[in-house]
């Protein structure tokens, strides 16, 4: 499968912690992303990152590439109980068709 | 938001029904993908349109069909319906051109399958 693989599945901390989700796949890709969504409904585009790009800021977001591991991590700094929601990775297979494979996700619960 | 809106955003049918949903890609947007989210799974690539034909398929039967008219909007039509046809189904819409990677979803179709 070339889909990603997020890990932990799930994740249940407190309000101002940091957030730390992983993403393992399997193929070349040309870039990386980040989706979030809330309790099944659509998915919300959070960051890209390209396979020549090590790490990316967005906010309070930080994404790392690993491309020799075939690995990406997403660090949400001071977490807030809107975070609560699922976290998924996807990336390209590599194609410039557009198409995305995703992973599982990691459903993240921040505790007032 | 996204800009890109489905509809309906519920739908209940029975096995061997047919069921059209419906996507309003966001504005600009020459590209459409289906996907199908099972529950508790990642979503899965049903098909993509581009400038009105199919442009890739993944493992979904023929029995998963799509149409994308000239302002881009599109539709996903399923037929005999099955019980594992139950899931949340999102369109994706993007713009095919230098940078073609941001997907943008819209909110979803849950279908319910009994």
């Known amino acids: 499968s070339q889909q990603g693989e997020e890990d932990p599945q799930a994740l249940s901390i407190q309000e101002g912690e940091n957030a730390t989700m992983n993403c393992s796949y399997k193929t070349s890709i040309n870039n990386l992303q980040w989706y979030r969504q809330n309790s099944g409904r659509g998915l919300v585009h959070l960051i890209l990152i390209r396979s020549n790009e090590r790490e990316k800021h967005s906010g309070r977001l930080r994404v790392t590439l690993d491309t020799s591991k075939k690995s990406s991590s997403l660090l949400i700094t001071a977490s807030r109980a809107a975070d609560t929601a699922s976290y998924f990775c996807a990336t390209d297979g590599g194609s410039t068709l557009g198409r995305l494979y995703f992973g599982r996700g990691t459903q993240l619960t921040v505790w007032p | 938001e996204t800009g890109v809106t489905q509809s309906p955003t519920h739908l209940i049918k029975t096995r061997g029904q047919q069921v059209t949903l419906r996507c309003s890609s966001q504005s600009g947007h020459n590209t459409v993908s289906w996907y199908q989210q099972a529950l508790g799974q990642g979503p899965q690539f049903i098909f993509q349109?581009?400038?009105?034909?199919?442009?890739g398929r993944g493992n979904f039967p023929p029995r998963f069909s799509g149409l994308q008219f000239p302002n881009y909007s599109s539709e996903l039509n399923v037929n005999a319906l099955e019980l594992d046809d139950s899931a949340l189904y999102l369109c994706?819409?993007?713009?095919?051109?230098?940078?073609?990677?941001?997907?943008?979803f819209g909110p979803g179709t849950r279908l319910t399958v009994l």
């Open positions: 349109y581009y400038r009105e034909e199919e442009n």
């Open positions: 994706a819409s993007s713009f095919r051109g230098e940078n073609t990677d941001t997907q943008y």
